[in-house]
């Protein structure tokens, strides 16, 4: 009997996440001494702050180690409200808010909550990988609006407008975007906030962990708009502004309706997240955001640092993300060339194996993101590995014929 017989069809039906996977392939090349540097994963290269680290001591040592309420510690979830007033100009309650394991979890929360089969969801390309997949386990279909590099990777309200039908439930976005850094302006979000207006049915999912990094103005969230806020599922966490990918923290800002759902579907299936990862959250949600800035200044100078590198090199298109911390060239200009061995480099996800096994950098193809002639790569590395992997980088691709 084949593994695919006896697994169930939604299984069998996802794909592996490309990230982890090229991720997972980089290492098992290290494991056989080979020196990878990983531009993979978008993992922030900084510790955790110290007094979020010591928060999680003090928790230990109060005995915080028991089931924590399904939606979350009520003082959490109360830093997350005035976070939200403080920073957003945001009013919620803290029953509007649940907090889950990752801001990963929060998105298939809402996702399992609100789509039903055949429901349609719209996703703007290029998408961070599980959001079509999420959309599949819950038997919807996505619908995809594609952009390109020279329009900054945003749709415009006519797309949007364009890719609505009668079975359009729900539409998700981040931004600061995951995997071209694209910001969308306040007049850019009035402009879909307006499309919105006229469809009372349609769901949105603003999907805003990477706020925090934005080298162009203040973060602007969809649901400051009065008219859709009701609609608007704000998906946030941790990981990415203080540095606590491992700590597993997230939330969800949304109507009552919306949240209690979201605690009925996780309160049967994780419970509450970690207590201990949820103290340190309260410390970092109050303790300001001085360490931010410091990791910001040094994506803003890498950010610099990793554009002039990808100018310099020939077939590669790139331009300036205005957020996150990531780059999405274009390198479509490689496809049909061979490399040393005369295997011909069909798609991105074979430039990208090829620059893991020439060039000894992970990064990941545009493929997996919904954009086949770009691959993504992540600048947060040091400066060294980021001028090395570049230097690497050159080097591999001068070789395809």
């Known amino acids: 009997m084949s593994t695919a017989s006896y697994l169930s069809n939604r299984i069998n ?95 298939s929360n809402v996702i399992l909550t609100l789509i039903n089969p055949g429901d349609e969801v719209i996703i703007p390309t290029p998408y961070w990988v599980s959001y079509s997949e999420m959309v599949t386990l819950a038997e919807g279909k996505s619908v995809f609006i594609d952009t390109t590099i020279e329009s900054n990777f945003k749709i415009t309200p006519e797309q949007l407008e364009a890719a609505i039908t009668p079975k359009t439930k729900l539409f998700m976005f981040s931004s600061p975007c ?134 310099d090199i020939p077939g590669v298109k790139t331009n300036m993300p205005e957020g996150a911390f990531y780059f999405f060239p274009e390198i479509s200009s490689f496809f049909g060339k061979k490399d040393p061995e005369g295997n011909v480099i069909k798609d991105s996800a074979d430039l990208a194996l090829y620059l893991l096994n020439y060039g000894h950098i992970a990064t990941v193809g545009g493929d997996s993101f919904g954009n086949n002639n770009y691959i993504r790569l992540s600048y947060a590395a040091s400066d060294e590995n980021l001028k090395e992997a570049l230097r690497r980088m050159k080097e591999a691709l001068a070789k395809l014929v």
């Open 13 to 107: 039906s996802l794909s592996e996440s490309a990230t982890l996977k090229m991720t997972k392939l980089g290492r098992e090349l290290a494991a056989k001494g080979i020196n990878v540097i990983s531009l993979s994963v978008g993992e922030p290269d900084f510790n955790t702050p110290d007094n979020v680290k010591e928060a999680a001591k003090k928790a230990l040592d109060e005995n915080y180690t028991r089931y924590s309420p399904v939606a979350g510690y009520p003082d959490l979830r109360q830093a997350v409200v005035d976070k939200l007033k403080r920073e957003n100009g945001l009013d919620y309650d803290i029953s509007q808010i649940v907090i889950s394991t990752g801001a990963k979890q929060s998105l």
């Open 178 to 311: 995951n995997p071209t850094g694209s910001v969308y302006s306040k007049e850019e979000l009035a402009g879909l906030a307006k499309v919105f207006e006229k469809y009372p049915n349609i769901f949105i999912i603003s999907d805003e962990i990477y706020e925090h990094i934005n080298f162009v103005d203040k973060h602007e969230s969809i649901a400051q708009f009065d008219s859709i806020k009701d609609r608007v599922i704000i998906v946030n966490g941790f990981s990415k502004a203080y540095a606590m990918t491992g700590w597993r923290l997230g939330y969800i800002a949304a109507n009552k309706e919306i949240a209690a759902a979201n605690e009925k579907l996780q309160g049967q299936t994780t419970s509450g997240t970690c207590s201990i990862a949820q103290r340190a959250g309260i410390a970092a949600y109050q303790d300001g955001l001085e360490s931010v800035q410091k990791m910001k200044e040094a994506f803003a100078r890498r950010r610099q640092l990793v554009y002039d590198l990808l100018n």
